[in-house]
């Protein structure tokens, strides 16, 4: 069993007594209007665990407030009373609805818990505390139990007008992100993979927000304050939410974590769509904007499908673009395709010494033959990454 490999949370003298949530004054959304996850297509809201604010979970974990939702699991900050310290409570829709699909993301766990620890990669991967099944009312649901972080590099992204990163903060994201996938292809013989293109397609298909790697690259909190506050506020201030079912159901709305005082370093998540290396690969993986030659080719792909995945990744939030259209122009009958070099499609950067430091490290990654790439550890020594740190 994996949770017998998982480390127990140190015990801080008193156990953490429950906080009273019954604030009552909260705007009572009309039942009729949908919020959260009910927006997703395909939404079955008998598949969701009924999670409360305020429960206590497993005799240890109390939920104080909702991070964020999807279309297979909800996301929780909640209070370990036994190990005195804020987690984040992973709960996944109902077991049977997700099929082997339900264990994907805890089968990544295990060849990393059973890693040699020495690697610089390690804490640049998001840790798994705990893990374990919660009685719903119609069936188990899967819950993982993680460090809280605070926003993806994406949303960090978005906050800036013209959605770019400076050199510095991409040169310590790229720094971060090769030494975890260097852990995770050379300790761990697992490949990220990122998204998989179903849930790409999906999102297109409904208006959705499109899912990209960045997502995947979230920021570390060394504040503890930002939860405490996160708590107070639902104390005195509970969020709007909505009764259903005859009150047999509550939907939150979600609530941000505020900007920590000490933000930490970037973690790669999201293990649901990884798999193993040492197996053979074939089948479709990643959105069409990112998918690696060899991916559309239908041919045995291996580590390197991550090292392209970078590269497209960071031309998107270094250029504010995307380098590909993932469009076959001859499928959405174009009459004519305008042939950029890639040289010419770097506009951003001042300084030719500059931009060409910065070219030759895309051109590692952006190998059409795969075997071609560099490896994640000698793209983390690269010497524009190691000039703008």
């Known amino acids: 069993m994996l949770s017998s490999l998982l480390r127990p949370l140190p015990l801080f003298g008193r156990r953490w007594k429950p906080l009273n949530f019954s604030n009552p004054n909260f705007v009572r959304i009309p039942e009729y209007h949908k919020i959260e996850e009910e ?11 009924p999670t409360r604010i ?21 996301a929780w900050l909640a209070r370990d009373m036994n190990g005195r310290r804020y987690v984040m409570l992973k709960i996944f829709v109902q077991a049977w609805s997700m099929g082997q699909q339900v264990d994907d993301e805890l089968k990544m766990y295990r060849p990393m818990e059973q890693s040699p620890k020495g690697h610089p990669g390690r804490d640049a991967v998001r ?56 852990y995770l292809h050379t300790e761990c013989q697992i490949i990220h993979t990122y998204w998989f293109v179903a849930r790409y397609i999906l999102s297109c298909c409904y208006d959705l927000l499109t899912p990209l790697p960045a997502d995947n690259i979230m920021l570390g909190i060394n504040d503890d304050s930002v939860f405490s506050d996160f708590e107070e506020k639902e104390l005195q201030r509970p969020v709007p939410r909505k009764e259903v079912d005859m009150n047999a159901r509550t939907v939150y709305m979600s609530r941000d974590l505020r900007m920590p005082n000490d933000l930490g370093a970037p973690v790669l998540c999201d293990f649901g769509s990884a798999v193993l290396g040492d197996k053979y690969h074939s089948e479709f993986i990643q959105p069409n904007i990112y998918r690696a030659p060899e991916v559309i080719l239908g041919v045995p792909w291996t580590y ?16 504010g673009g995307s380098l590909f259209t993932g469009q076959d122009p001859e499928f959405h009958n174009q009459d004519f395709v305008i042939l950029v070099p890639f040289e010419e499609r770097e506009t951003t950067l001042e300084g030719e010494e500059e931009r060409e430091a910065f070219l030759r490290l895309m051109r590692k990654m952006l190998q059409w033959e795969f075997g071609k790439r560099s490896s994640a550890k000698e793209l983390s020594e690269d010497k524009w990454i190691h000039k703008h740190l």
């Open 127 to 182: 840790t798994l505390l705990d893990t374990f099944y919660t009685e719903g009312p119609e069936g188990k649901h899967r819950c993982l139990v993680h460090p809280p972080l605070w926003e993806s590099v994406l949303t960090f992204l978005r906050r800036n007008p013209v959605e770019r990163l400076p050199s510095p903060v991409i040169a310590f994201v790229l720094q971060r992100l090769f030494l975890a996938l260097d």
């Open 54 to 74: 305020g429960e206590v979970i497993k005799e240890r974990y109390q939920v104080v407030g909702k991070l964020g939702f999807g279309s297979t699991s909800t």
């Open 39 to 49: 927006t997703l297509p395909g939404y079955i809201a008998s598949q969701y665990y």
């Open 304 to 319: 390197s499908v991550d090292i392209w995945n970078v590269e497209c990744m960071i031309w998107d939030i270094y250029e």
